[in-house]
């Protein structure tokens, strides 16, 4: 079996749609987002909350339909699928794919996958502005590459990190360059190489950093469980 067919089978049985986009025609690092994008609705999940799909419009669907390209939360030129997430007591949460978010420049940055507070995403759709980097909980920058990870992506997630301002942020890849480590960890940037289906402890990782942004956004909430 082919590592596209790996990321496809696990994205399948993550999220449990009925139909994906996706396919083993697709391009791997377009998958790997959507890999990402499940490991965050599958935690969340997990973690006692209520996820299920919707389109641009509103609609609840099972048949997911992603990006694979950069794009603006609110178009509606085709029905794209985010994740509403929803703990008990707590403002809801949307979970999305490839789209570009508001830095505190004005600059827009592409979010390989982006999990933000719904009403900011409401706001987006209604006046078709760009989502605010400061309204996102967790901004993770998903790398999938068979040649070399070179510093210059590195570089690009600490200026990603310095201006969009989100919450969290998560630098994952499916492979590992002691350079690109070396550079983020003496920035105390998040992170976490090696991530692919046949890696349990790797994903494991990565889950665990999605549950610590869970548990941080809910502990601002009295009431709310903390997970």
Excluded at 28 to 54: N, R
Excluded at 160 to 170: C, G
Aim: with cysteine.
């Amino acid at each position: 079996m082919s590592s596209i067919d790996d990321l496809l089978n696990e994205v399948k049985w993550l999220i449990a749609a009925r139909n994906l986009s996706y396919t083993s025609a697709s391009d791997a690092c377009d998958i790997y987002e959507g890999f990402l994008f499940s490991l965050v609705a599958s935690t969340a999940s997990k973690w006692g909350a209520h996820v299920h799909y919707e389109d641009v419009h509103g609609n609840s669907v099972q048949d997911l339909l992603f990006r694979t390209g950069p794009g603006q939360l609110y178009t509606k030129t085709k029905p794209f699928t985010h994740a509403v997430i929803e703990f008990d007591r707590a403002p809801a949460l949307e979970a999305h794919v490839g789209v570009r978010v508001q830095g505190g420049s004005g600059v827009l940055h592409e979010c390989d996958v982006v999990v933000l507070q719904a009403d900011e995403a409401a706001l987006s759709r209604r006046e078709s502005v760009a989502p605010r980097g400061s309204k996102c909980l967790l901004a993770i920058e998903c790398k999938y590459y068979t040649t070399h990870l070179g510093i210059e992506l590195a570089r690009n997630f600490e200026g990603l990190h310095a201006d969009l301002r989100a919450q969290h942020e998560l630098f994952v890849s499916n492979t590992s360059a002691p350079n690109v480590l070396r550079y983020l960890s003496a920035r105390k940037r998040e992170y976490e190489p090696l991530v692919v289906p046949s890696a349990p402890d790797r994903v494991q990782e990565v889950r665990s950093q999605i549950r610590r942004a869970f548990k941080s956004y809910l502990s601002g909430y009295t009431g709310s469980a903390l997970i």
